[in-house]
């Protein structure tokens, strides 16, 4: 019955993460990672900047926001929890993040002040830099990680309070939702065209 297999599961990771968990994660952050970077590839300076309107997003502050807010959704996750109260009762919410895809685009979400882009970074290849070494980070950590995360509790700045573990399928998600952002950029009628692609060697 699948309440039993829950009380099992939880039973069985309570207090340390095993190395399924650890290993599903890092294959899904490292996948996440390239689909996002994926979704830029050959992209030059120009076509970066592009805005489909005035108050939108280009490509350039999409890789920025990702870059800031892997940065401080990280923080949360590594720094700002405390230890819960009661084991989790259910994987549902952790699993509906994970299968998410980053969230349904049709509806809006603001990001919080301090993640949105403001061109710190002054490029595309510095934004990218900055949102790798961010990732880096992430996949460090939970490889290094011996503790069950659903067992801390932080929170999201807009979802408000979770475990770490759903706080951690949030972060590995995020960048899809953004691939899908670039994704409407680039269909744009007005987004350029002619620039000169970077190819593979």
């Given at each position: 019955?699948p309440g039993?297999?829950?009380?099992?599961?939880?039973c069985?990771?309570?207090?340390?993460?095993?190395?399924?968990?650890?290993?599903?994660?890092?294959?899904?952050?490292?996948?996440t990672?390239?689909?996002?970077?994926?979704?830029?590839?050959?992209?030059?300076?120009?076509?970066?900047?592009f805005?489909?309107?005035p108050?939108?997003?280009?490509?350039c502050?999409?890789?920025?926001?990702?870059?800031v807010?892997?940065?401080?959704?990280?923080?949360?996750?590594?720094?700002?929890?405390?230890?819960?109260?009661?084991?989790p009762?259910?994987?549902?919410?952790e699993?509906a993040?994970l299968?998410?895809?980053?969230?349904?685009?049709?509806?809006?979400?603001?990001?919080p002040?301090?993640?949105c882009?403001?061109g710190?970074?002054?490029?595309l290849?510095?934004?990218?830099?900055q949102?790798?070494?961010?990732?880096?980070?992430?996949?460090?950590?939970?490889?290094?990680?011996?503790?069950?995360?659903?067992?801390?509790?932080s929170?999201?700045?807009l979802i408000?309070?979770?475990?770490c573990m759903?706080?951690?399928?949030?972060?590995?998600?995020?960048p899809?939702?953004?691939?899908q952002q670039?994704?409407?950029?680039?269909?744009?009628?007005?987004?350029?065209?002619?620039?000169?692609?970077?190819?593979?060697?």
């Amino acid at each position: 019955m699948p309440g039993r297999v829950g009380c099992a599961f939880l039973c069985i990771t309570m207090g340390r993460m095993q190395p399924t968990d650890r290993d599903f994660l890092l294959k899904r952050l490292n996948e996440t990672r390239d689909t996002f970077l994926a979704s830029f590839q050959g992209v030059s300076e120009e076509q970066a900047c592009f805005k489909p309107a005035p108050d939108r997003w280009s490509i350039c502050d999409c890789v920025e926001h990702m870059a800031v807010a892997e940065t401080g959704l990280f923080r949360q996750l590594s720094e700002n929890w405390v230890t819960a109260q009661a084991p989790p009762t259910s994987r549902e919410r952790e699993m509906a993040i994970l299968n998410s895809n980053g969230g349904n685009r049709d509806q809006k979400a603001k990001a919080p002040e301090r993640a949105c882009p403001t061109g710190r970074f002054g490029s595309l290849a510095e934004a990218t830099k900055q949102f790798t070494a961010a990732r880096t980070r992430t996949i460090d950590y939970v490889m290094a990680c011996n503790d069950d995360l659903r067992m801390r509790t932080s929170a999201h700045p807009l979802i408000g309070p979770m475990n770490c573990m759903e706080l951690l399928a949030f972060i590995i998600v995020h960048p899809l939702r953004h691939a899908q952002q670039i994704a409407d950029i680039k269909r744009n009628a007005g987004y350029p065209r002619c620039a000169v692609q970077n190819t593979r060697a």
